[in-house]
T-cell receptor, first 113, second 113 residues
Framework: GAGVSQSPSNKVTEKGKDVELRCDPISGHTALYWYRQRLGQGLEFLIY????????KSGLPSDRFSAERTGESVSTLTIQRTQQEDSAVYLCASRNGGNPGYTFGSGTRLTVV | KQEVTQIPAALSVPEGENLVLNCSFTDSAIYNLQWFRQDPGKGLTSLLL?????REQTSGRLNASLDKSSGRSTLYIAASQPGDSATYLCAVLRGGSNYKLTFGKGTLLTVNP
């Protein structure tokens, strides 16, 4: 597609439930990132995928967070047993190979009640 | 650990005024610095990217400077317009294989008509 697409755009869930967030990167972009933006905070790096290499998971805040990407296509970020502190905007970005420019999606606003 | 600070956190100016947003970073070993714009409910839009070897970049009414040795960047907006109202984010890119961005918390700009 023309841009990075994220779904859903908004998600309200009850504490303790699992949620799955989806990101469709720009076709041909080999690198994909997930960031989290909590209210009043800067964007925090969560995870990075590059082609078929092992992902960089160094930003995942706990073992309740996991992400998958099949090849160079769609990625899903899963949060298990959600907590109120997981409420944030989750942003996905993709990048083309050695080009340092990022393209961000519009994000998923997650609210845990 | 790289830390990025943006000052001021919020700025309100009358239309037509020239303004400067500031960004500082603690580790000068960066690959590049990027300025983004974020509108409510939307993703990030890349405004300017300055490579570590460059001193400034210009796009229309925007000019970004980089002083890598002192760990500072400024974003200058000339003849501000109400449509410039948004949050402006500064991010530095560490070199290496994963191109991970470290973001500041942003400056919320309001341009009053």
């Amino acid at each position: 597609g023309a841009g990075v697409s994220q779904s859903p755009s908004n998600k309200v869930t009850e504490k303790g439930k699992d949620v799955e967030l989806r990101c469709d990167p720009i076709s041909g972009h080999t690198a994909l990132y997930w960031y989290r933006q909590r209210l009043g905070q800067g964007l925090e790096f969560l995870i990075y995928f590059q082609g078929n290499s092992a992902p960089d998971k160094s930003g995942l805040p706990s073992d309740r967070f996991s992400a998958e990407r099949t090849g160079e296509s769609v990625s899903t970020l899963t949060i298990q047993r959600t907590q109120q502190e997981d409420s944030a905007v989750y942003l996905c970005a993709s990048r083309n190979g050695g080009n340092p420019g990022y393209t961000f999606g519009s994000g998923t606003r997650l609210t845990v009640v | 650990k790289q830390e990025v600070t943006q000052i001021p956190a919020a700025l309100s100016v009358p239309e037509g005024e020239n303004l400067v947003l500031n960004c500082s970073f603690t580790d000068s070993a960066i690959y590049n610095l990027q300025w983004f714009r974020q509108d409510p409910g939307k993703g990030l839009t890349s405004l300017l990217l300055i490579q570590s070897s460059q001193r400034e970049q210009t796009s229309g009414r925007l000019n970004a400077s980089l002083d890598k040795s002192s760990g500072r960047s400024t974003l200058y907006i000339a003849a501000s317009q109400p449509g410039d109202s948004a949050t402006y984010l500064c991010a530095v890119l560490r070199g290496g294989s994963n191109y991970k961005l470290t973001f500041g918390k942003g400056t919320l700009l309001t341009v009053n008509p």
